[in-house]
């Protein structure tokens, strides 16, 4: 580590000698795995793009020149290189530093990001403010990893390439990879080029045996052909400047581009190839076994676990959705390019002519899965609760609207660990339970989640299961595809003048609290239609109510009781538990809990403190 331990900052990359870049780019791979092995975290998309992390920041004046990185779970050499080597140890720990780029953690990080294909949009408003501010900088977006199949990539091209004296450079990394294989008529496009096979044979068989005139005639076929599918046709009809492809670890082809294109006026599109886990064979054999690993021994590889552990509710969705395929013929499972992360393997290889993977396209996935309700299908939509965000409108206009029946499957509701605020599914019940016609149900357990995602496919219209990252509470599951009644809960324990009404993954830390308190502790399980004669009887039989959610609180599941109270002229004390207004960063699932008062204890102390020892007492909104 010679090169790598006197790198503090990219000032000190660019005072090497080019000879030297290739030796630090080596360093730096392998800091990386050792380094990331020790915490966890993304690997295969941190492997593939080192040495253009090395070249960007020795050919560009950054942080001046800016560097927005797409999806951001491609930037670890690059927060190794701009002064964050010793905290690698921390990365994606309470109190340590993100896996994304985050704006507040360094100035290097010029725009926060871990959605994808927001690069193009955001360099290209800092190269239009550099212009109207008349300061001279370039602006760098870097794409890849299936970003370029979602919408907002194409809308910023449309936009950037009629700005034609703005310093923008947009660098697709194609590394023929998303998070699962990559998909779409794009994809293809790319491949056909990479392959070369076509030009090869024709210009060695051509060299070989074609007489002069015939060869003529074969080179201009060729160029023909080449234009059809080349992407420099596509890009440059955007306005671009294309350039490429190159090799992304050739350092000796990457620097000189990269100072060539320095010089250039208007948009720029380079188009780099690079290989997912680049540099270590296990991760580039199977780059999404090793897409985000925990912890692991580098010299050894990932070893499957030697004991089945706890079901995740990802299994059970997966389980589910095979189960309920072999019921009905009309079901038909739709991914936004996370297949394994849905949970969508198994039910991919039985009922491949039923399983849509539509690329990084949520809005496309919520609108496609309308389109098949439309004719009689039954489209279960499975998304993280975070991505659906990027759907919202389609939800509204082009399900709900219409009523139409699709199921929602939303993983990664609440806290998520590791990954932070970016993908964290805090405001499913909020932004879900405003929408007409919407069923919006919550999943106390593993069983319970498998009887809503049933209660869901059944009801004829627009129904969301959410359920968090990660294993459950360990119930029993029943393998018939029962349903629940809808908008009715259950009393999961009785007790006195408190009454813990709880929702989803915050029934079992209530009822400890309860047993603590000597509380009924309710399970709401649907916050839309939310059970208002049973919240009206908790509040004629009980001195207190508490809502708990793991959810924000503002809109949320507590303010639907409340709202229920007030609709009935009921009032009673009331508290809400839940998430606060500020995003929470990333750390261990249980301490972010703990740290927000939504465990056992956090619950049960909140409630004490505010009704400890107090008679009942009328609360009036006098607003």
């Not at 955007?238 to 060539?260: A, K, M």
């Amino acid at each position: 580590m010679n090169l790598l331990e006197n790198i503090d900052s990219p000032a000190d990359v660019r005072k090497l000698a080019r000879h030297q870049l290739t030796p630090l780019a080596h360093e730096l791979r392998h800091y990386l795995l050792d380094s990331v092995s020790k915490t966890g975290g993304h690997l295969s998309s941190n492997l593939g793009t080192v040495e253009l992390t090395v070249a960007l920041h020795y050919v560009f004046n950054t942080p001046h020149d800016r560097i927005v990185w797409d999806v951001g779970h491609q930037t670890y050499s690059h927060k190794i290189l701009t002064g964050r080597r010793e905290r690698m140890g921390t990365l994606r720990q309470l109190g340590g530093i993100s896996g994304f780029p985050k704006r507040d953690e360094s100035e290097y990080d010029t725009f926060g990001t871990a959605h994808s294909s927001t690069s193009i949009s955001a360099a290209l408003g800092m190269a239009q403010a550099a212009k109207i501010k008349g300061e001279h900088r370039h602006a760098i977006a870097v794409i890849g990893d299936g970003s370029m199949t979602a919408g907002m990539a194409f809308e910023a091209l449309n936009n950037a390439g009629v700005q034609e004296d703005v310093n923008l450079l947009v660098i697709l990394n194609d590394n023929d990879m998303s998070i699962s294989p990559p998909v779409g008529a794009l994809n293809r496009y790319l491949a056909r080029l990479m392959s070369g096979q076509f030009y090869a044979a024709a210009k060695n068989v051509g060299k070989q045996v074609l007489p002069g005139p015939v060869l003529e005639l074969a080179k201009r076929f060729e160029e023909h052909a080449k234009g059809m599918v080349v992407p420099a046709t596509m890009f440059e009809e955007f306005g671009f400047n294309y350039i490429g492809p190159i090799d992304g670890h050739d350092l000796d082809s990457l620097i000189p581009t990269l100072q060539n294109i320095k010089h250039l006026k208007g948009p720029q599109f380079l188009h780099v190839v690079t290989k997912k886990g680049q540099g270590y064979k296990l991760a580039e054999a199977e780059p999404t076994l090793y897409h985000g690993p925990g912890k692991f021994n580098p010299a050894e590889g990932i070893k499957p676990a030697t004991a089945p552990g706890k079901m995740t509710y990802t299994d059970v969705f997966g389980n589910w959705l095979c189960d309920m395929a072999a019921q009905d013929k009309r079901l038909v499972g739709i991914t936004p390019a996370m297949r394994e992360g849905s949970g969508m393997v198994s039910f991919e290889q039985k009922y491949p002519d039923r399983y849509f993977d539509v690329g990084i396209a949520e809005q496309h996935a919520v609108t496609f899965g309308a389109g098949l309700a439309c004719e009689g299908l039954k489209p279960v939509v499975a998304i993280y609760s975070t991505f659906l965000q990027r759907g919202y409108d389609q939800l509204i206009h082009d399900v709900a609207l219409q009523n139409l029946d699709v199921t929602f499957a939303l993983d990664r509701a609440g806290l998520v660990g590791a990954d932070g605020a970016t993908h964290a599914g805090n405001y499913d019940m909020a932004y879900l339970r405003c929408i007409p016609n919407m069923v919006v149900m919550a999943a106390s357990d593993e069983n319970e989640c498998r009887q809503m995602l049933t209660t869901g496919y059944h009801y004829p219209g627009p129904a969301a299961v959410r359920y968090p990252r990660g294993a459950g509470i360990g119930a029993a599951i029943v393998q018939q595809l029962d349903a629940i009644e809808i908008g009715k809960g259950e009393i999961k324990r009785q007790g006195q003048k408190i009454a813990i009404l709880a929702f989803g993954s915050m029934v079992a830390p209530s009822v400890a609290a309860g047993a603590a308190l000597d509380a009924t502790v309710a399970n709401m399980r649907f916050v839309k239609p939310l059970d208002v004669e049973l919240v009206k009887r908790l509040a004629a039989e009980h001195d207190y109510l508490v809502t708990v959610e793991e959810g924000s609180i503002m809109g949320g599941a507590g303010s639907a009781v409340a709202e229920a109270l007030a609709a009935e002229g009921v009032v009673k004390p009331l508290l809400m538990i839940g998430l606060p207004d500020k995003f929470i960063d990333h750390g261990d699932p249980a301490k972010l809990l703990a740290s927000v008062g939504l465990d056992s204890a956090g619950i049960t102390a909140s409630i004490k403190r505010r009704f400890g020892g107090e008679e009942p007492r009328l609360v009036v909104n006098n607003a």
